[in-house]
């Protein structure tokens, strides 16, 4: 005898309920295979008049995990890169055509949840070369990181590196439970790249510098 919660499956009676945990469990493993999609990244790339520059080879790095490239393609003539999906994290962008005059821009970025455009404005190459550089020796600077009240940023990240993203020359830092962290200087100017919850604030400290205060924006 069939009870009224009992169906008939190839000659076998099956619950509806055992039904109800196999239609569960296959649509679990539709979800699981679905493709996973991120935050909608747009990188558009300008000269330095703010028009569109094409053919500049671009890089996206996710600094979650050193030594990963995301993306290496050239700029169309709307000086666009296809579009990345990313989850959250730091990542950087560089855009770099030595041989054709421009200068190599770096900059980092923060993914969340809402979609973000990072523009590069390329500058022309100085008409005459740096020379040869030499070190005499470290640096450093005292850096407090606060919040946008003013209270110490505890544990925030700090990225530090020259502006032509010298490898050997990048280092991280944590700030102290004051928001206080000691870095090297490693170039003229050095870039500061601070990453606290969902802010991120570069700055340009030259040589030089003792002591200097991040503030946090407001998100």
């Known amino acids: ?84 999906e990313l989850g959250h994290g730091v990542f950087r962008v560089i855009a770099t055509y030595p041989y054709r005059g421009w200068k190599t821009q770096v900059s980092e970025f923060l993914v969340r949840d809402k979609p973000i455009t990072v523009s590069l404005q390329i500058q022309p190459m100085p008409t005459h070369g740096y020379g040869d550089v030499v070190t005499v020796g470290s640096s450093f600077a005292n850096l407090q990181v606060v919040r946008s009240d003013g209270q110490p940023a505890s544990g925030a990240s700090v990225l530090v590196r020259d502006e032509d993203n010298t490898l050997f020359l990048e280092r991280s830092y944590k700030t102290d439970e004051k928001g206080m962290v000691k870095i090297e200087l490693v170039g003229d100017p050095t870039v500061v790249v601070v990453v606290y919850g969902d802010a991120l604030v570069t700055q340009r400290l030259p040589s030089g510098t003792s002591n200097r205060v991040v503030r946090l924006s407001k998100n």
């Open 1 to 84: 005898m069939v009870g009224a919660d009992d169906t008939e499956l190839d000659g076998n009676f099956v619950s509806a309920g055992t039904n109800d945990m196999r239609y569960l469990s296959l649509l679990l493993t539709f979800v699981a295979l679905a493709p996973q999609t991120g935050t909608k990244v747009t990188i558009k790339i300008q000269d330095a008049s703010g028009a569109p520059l094409k053919d500049e080879l671009v890089i996206v790095q996710d600094l979650n995990k050193p030594g990963t490239d995301l993306l290496r393609a050239l700029s169309d003539q709307n000086g666009d890169v296809p579009l990345l």
